[in-house]
C-alpha cells in the first residue's frame, strides 16, 4: 500500500514540475532603451513569431535593422512615422499603435538584451561572481 | 511459504550465481591481457558523447505565462500567442528554440515571405561551401551558402561582417561568444554555439590529426 502512494506522490510531483517549469524562448529580445524612462514597460520582441512569417532579410536588410539588441534606438515617433515596426505595425498588416500592452508586456527592471544568447550567459555568470565576492 | 515465493528465491539464487561467474570469467580474462593490450582499451576512440555536466533541461510546455520575462498583471501578455503552439508540428532539434528551422523552411512546414510587399519574391540562393581549417583537433568548418542565402541578403554579411576574400577574416571561438563574426546571429537567434558538430563538420585527414593528437607516454 505504501509503495503505491510513493509512486503516485512521485508522478503527480514530476507532473507538476514539468508542467510548471517554463522559460523565456530563445532569441527573445527585451528593448528597454527607453520604454522605462518614459513610464512604461519594456518591449519584448519574439524572433520565433516573427521568423515563422519573415526571413531575416525582410527586416535585417530591408527594413534597416540592426544585429544587435538596442542598437536602432527606435522611438515611437518613428514607428508611428512607419519606420521600424511601423513598415507591418500600422493597424493592415499587424497591429497597430494603439495596442501599446501588446508591445510593451516585459517586466520591468530589465536592461535590453537577448534572453538565453551566449553573451548573456556569459554576463549572468560574472554577475554571480560579484554577488559572491561581496559576500 | 507458498509456491510462489519458492520459485522467486529459485530464480534469484540462479540469477546470482550466473552473475558471480560472469564476473569470474571477466576477471580471468583481464588478467591474461598485456599491458599494451590495457592501454590500447583506455584510450578514447571518438570524442567522448557524454559529460555529466552537460544538463539536459527537458521543458515540454512552452508558455508565456511565467517565463520570466513577460508581465502578466496588464492585459497584453494575456493576448500574445504561446510558443508550443506554434511550434506543435514543427521539425524538433535538441537546442534552441527546440525547432529545425532550416528544415521547418525546406520541408514547407513553414513559409516566410522574403519580401514585405511581394508575397511570391523568392530568395537568391547560392549554392557555395566554404571550408574553414581550424587549429587544433575539431573538424574543419563547413558554411553553407545556400542554408544562409535562403533567409539573407548578401549585404547582411558582406563585407560588413565578413569581407568577401579567403583568409581575410580571422576569427575565433571566443569572438563567436561574444557576439561578432557568427556569433552576431549563431548564439543569439540562429542555432547556438553548443551544437558544436553543426558547424564543424568536415573531418580533418589523418595526417593532420596525427599531429595534434596527445602521445601515451
Redesign the interface.
Known sequence: MRIKLFIYLYLVVTILLVSIESRAEYGDVVINNYSEASGMNPVIFPHWFHRIRFTCKVCHADLGFEFKAGANKIKMIDIMEGQFCGECHNGELAWGTENCDLCHSGNKKMGTHIERSSLQKLLDLKIDERKRQAE | MSVKQLKLIIISLVICFLSYNGNSVHNAEAASTTEEEKINRAKPKEINPFNRLHKKT??????I???????FS????K???N?DE??LDMPKAK???S?D?VKAQDTGK?K?????YDPDAE?LVMELNIVREVKGSMPDVVFPHKQHT????C??CHPA?FIPQKGANQMSMAM????QKC???H???AF??SRCTSCHSKKKPQKELEKTKWKWP
Not at chain 2, 527537458?58 to 508558455?63: L, R
Not at chain 2, 516566410?112 to 514585405?116: C, K, M
Open positions: 527537458k521543458i515540454k510546455s512552452k508558455k505565462e511565467g517565463d520570466g520575462i513577460h508581465d496588464g492585459s497584453g501578455a493576448l500574445l500567442q510558443p506554434a511550434f537546442s534552441g528554440n525547432v528551422w513553414i516566410p515571405r522574403n519580401d514585405l530568395a535562403q533567409v539573407l541578403d549585404t547582411n561582417i563567436n561568444l561574444i557576439g556569433g552576431v546571429c548564439g543569439k537567434v547556438p554555439l
